[in-house]
């Protein structure tokens, strides 16, 4: 299978690549790793021997060892050629549809500039907060923030968790600080800001003397994907125990003043 690409598409490709390159990427495999490396050299080489396509041939052979036996480049017409031989089956077909797709300039261009806001920041520390309390994606998260790519975001931020997380973060929450609120009858509570379950951090059971708190803050990690997750520090009103601990609004309600009625 012979496929050609424009030196415009080339060009684009290698500027989105050299953007993000696929050390970066724990699932990007070494022969894919191969191909794009050598569309990078066809184009750094083509910078320097368009005037003299003998001399590119001189450096673009078996002995560079950034060279690619299914990528060559056609000097008359430049173009990119890549021909996959024998094999003839989808994923060899689509390889350099997919990666001049992964690696389109401007969309890894946007992608880098989106990472420097104020908002993206403030949701990134969201969602991985949540999945460092929950053991996953370590891989992705382990990197800094400059080296997460367009398809690591993907991964973490679209998925029905996610969604969710982002969701509750961006609702209003229900009580503000300096509120008083009652605790619902089924209710848990956790002593540490960061709940990690791996660590074996469980809920603990609020002691059933303390059935109202004040909200010292609406603004917590958030650690879990359901309905009533939007989290808060609060301190007990009454009873033996006077630290304060964290709590989620599915677990609490407004509270009702007494009111005396005349006889």
Not at 6 to 23: A, C, I, S
Request: hydrophobic share 30%.
């Amino acid at each position: 299978m012979i496929k050609r690409y424009t030196f415009d598409q080339l060009e684009n490709f290698v500027k989105g690549y050299r953007l993000v390159k696929p050390e970066q990427e724990p699932h990007f495999g070494k022969f894919q790793t191969s191909v794009c490396d050598a569309m990078d050299q066809i184009y750094t080489l083509w910078f320097y021997y368009a005037d003299k396509p003998t001399d590119f041939f001189k450096h673009y052979n078996r002995d560079n060892p950034k060279f690619h036996g299914w990528v060559s480049f056609d000097t008359d017409t430049r173009e990119l050629i890549y021909d996959t031989r024998t094999r003839d089956e989808e994923w060899s077909n689509e390889l350099l549809d997919n990666l001049f797709d992964k690696y389109e300039y401007n969309r890894v261009k946007q992608f880098a500039d989106e990472k420097k806001s104020k908002d993206f920041i403030e949701l990134y520390n969201l969602i991985k907060t949540y999945y460092e309390m929950q053991g996953y994606f370590e891989n992705i998260f382990a990197k800094s923030l400059d080296k997460i790519t367009p398809d690591d975001w993907q991964r973490v931020s679209t998925n029905k968790y996610a969604v969710k997380i982002i969701d509750t973060f961006r609702s209003e929450p229900l009580f503000k600080i300096g509120d008083l609120v009652a605790l619902r009858a089924s209710r848990e509570c956790t002593k540490q800001k960061y709940h990690n379950k791996r660590l074996c951090y469980p809920t603990i059971r609020i002691p059933s003397d303390v059935n109202i708190v004040l909200v010292l803050s609406n603004t917590e990690p958030i650690i879990n994907a359901r309905k009533g997750a939007k989290r808060y520090k609060v301190a007990p009103i009454g009873g033996k125990n006077t630290q304060p601990f964290w709590i989620e609004e599915a677990f609490m309600k407004k509270l009702r003043k007494k009111v005396n009625k005349k006889k």
